[in-house]
């Protein structure tokens, strides 16, 4: 069974720094692209920051410079390093993963995910 769990989600203050770790399982992690979204009450999940099977990443332009996305696909484990935190990134943050062939595109939507986790709770206080 494929299964994802985040951990590592708390209450921050502004400018502060949290880790999110997501652990895969039930299917080969390597194969696949990773993704973070997050959805803010009231509002829509967004995409977040993804890292390709060949471990290049994009981006949404609200946390660029700030957020950095990473993968170990020997611990098949993603991470999501949050920095200079700013209370509009308070929201639950999902992982997602989905296969991919080595050139496939970034993939930022949703609906290009089949595989999500629980999801974790950040909250920045200002």
Not at 21 to 33: Q, T, V
Not at 61 to 88: C, H, W, Y
Request: aromatic share 12%; proline share 3%; glycine share 10%.
């Amino acid at each position: 069974e494929v299964h994802l769990v985040e951990s590592g989600g708390g209450l921050v203050q502004a400018g502060g720094s949290l880790t999110l770790s997501c652990a895969g399982s039930g299917f080969p992690f390597e194969d696949y692209a990773i993704a973070w979204f997050r959805q803010a009450p009231g509002k829509e999940r967004e995409f977040v920051a993804t890292i390709h099977r060949t471990g290049s990443t994009y981006y949404a332009d609200s946390v660029k410079g700030r957020f950095t996305i990473s993968r170990d696909n020997a611990k098949k484990t993603g991470n999501l390093q949050m920095n200079n935190l700013k209370p509009e990134d308070t929201a639950v943050y999902y992982c997602a993963a989905r296969d991919a062939i080595l050139t496939a595109p970034y993939y930022t939507s949703v609906d290009d995910y089949s595989t999500w986790g629980q999801g974790t709770q950040v909250i920045v206080s200002s």
